[in-house]
């Protein structure tokens, strides 16, 4: 079976995917991305038919490198909601051994945001913190400002040490504010989107995007 | 066990949620929307960040009315991606005995699209027909434009006559296409977004708005 055909894409969804690509290329003037974050972003683009993520989209300098090496040694994403998890390809991420988590809809995490008067969220970074899940792990956050808040004050405290932020959370409460928060930190390495834009189809697609690159990586020259 | 508690978002996430709700409200201008139609705008708004939605959103004349009516009576949802599914509150669902389809991973579909050259969302949108999904339910397109254009012959064929399409797509080849062809129908009712935007987590924002504004209607004056 060729890698195409694994990648369950058919040739002419590849065609279109090409073309898209190519279209963002022509009417995106000018960018000041490296090479690799390109790819990211205009995989950002091609999700959500907005060009404001070139300008909206932010990198540690390190982040890409990051991502790459810790989907290639098989990193666990953890991710504050489902939707992430189902646009994935699951194809791609069993090559590299990279399982996806998430808690968000666990009973137990539900009961006790209801009872500490807390967000799911909240709840479901620290059960993944519990389960050791964000030491090495990739942390995806396209939905909760608070999942990102808290997994900053883990970090901080020493508790949580993930290999890569990948933090998109939208919205109009606290948001941003999460976001630049997050872009303050030398480590770990983090992708954000500044502003209240962002979204798990966002997430989802720089996730894909690193995945392209790590397959290159791998493929080697 | 609350109205709230079986929703699944705590008080905090619900006093998040109403504080964006306020902003939004408070920032837009103005919109030449209908009540419930904004219900759903803002919704939109909300799950993106984007107040382009103001203005971009389009709506049949009857499509609000027709999606409220085709929840309350259990229609099932036939979505392209699987994204949908798992971003959609099952409890608000399974209230109204709602259930959601999808076939784009199924390896018949798959194979299908391989062997013939078209998209797995083509076949995809075939395969709901053949399962009598198309007559009656919502069809919620997020990501294939293929996927859209495909439900529309099969509409003009008179093979399928859905209660409503949440046509959605993103993207640089087709979507937008797709989307003015989708608006130029009287029947089915239709939702839309002009242009290239689109996405998954847009279609479930709408349909949310739609299960609230079916949750009250059902819930009386």
């Not at 189902?86 to 991420?93: F, K």
């Not at 954000?192 to 979204?199: L, V």
Request: aromatic share 4%.
């Amino acid at each position: 079976m060729s890698a195409r055909a694994t990648d369950q894409i058919t040739e002419a969804g590849r065609t279109i995917e090409q073309g898209s690509f190519a279209i963002i290329d022509r009417e995106t003037g000018s960018h000041a991305y490296s090479d690799r974050e390109w790819q990211l972003v205009r995989r950002l683009i091609h999700s959500s038919g907005d060009f404001d993520f070139n300008g909206l989209t932010r990198f540690h300098p390190g982040a890409v490198g990051a991502g790459i090496g810790a989907l290639a040694r098989g990193a666990p994403i953890v991710a504050d909601v489902a939707m992430i998890g189902a646009g994935l390809s699951q194809v791609r991420l069993a090559r590299f051994g990279v399982a996806v988590h998430q808690f968000i809809a666990d009973p137990e995490v539900i009961a006790t945001a209801q009872a500490e008067g807390t967000t799911r969220a909240v709840q479901a970074m620290r059960e993944a913190k519990r389960k050791g899940l964000l030491d090495g792990g990739i942390l995806a956050v396209g939905n909760a400002p608070t999942a990102l808040i808290e997994t900053l004050r883990l970090i901080r405290e020493g508790q949580a040490k993930p290999a890569l932020i990948i933090g998109m959370p939208v919205g109009f409460v606290s948001a941003a504010e999460s976001k630049d928060a997050l872009a303050e930190i030398d480590d770990p390495p983090w992708i954000t989107i500044a502003g209240r834009k962002g979204g798990s189809t966002l997430v989802v697609a720089a996730i894909h995007a690193l995945l392209a690159l790590a397959e290159t990586h791998q493929a080697g020259p």
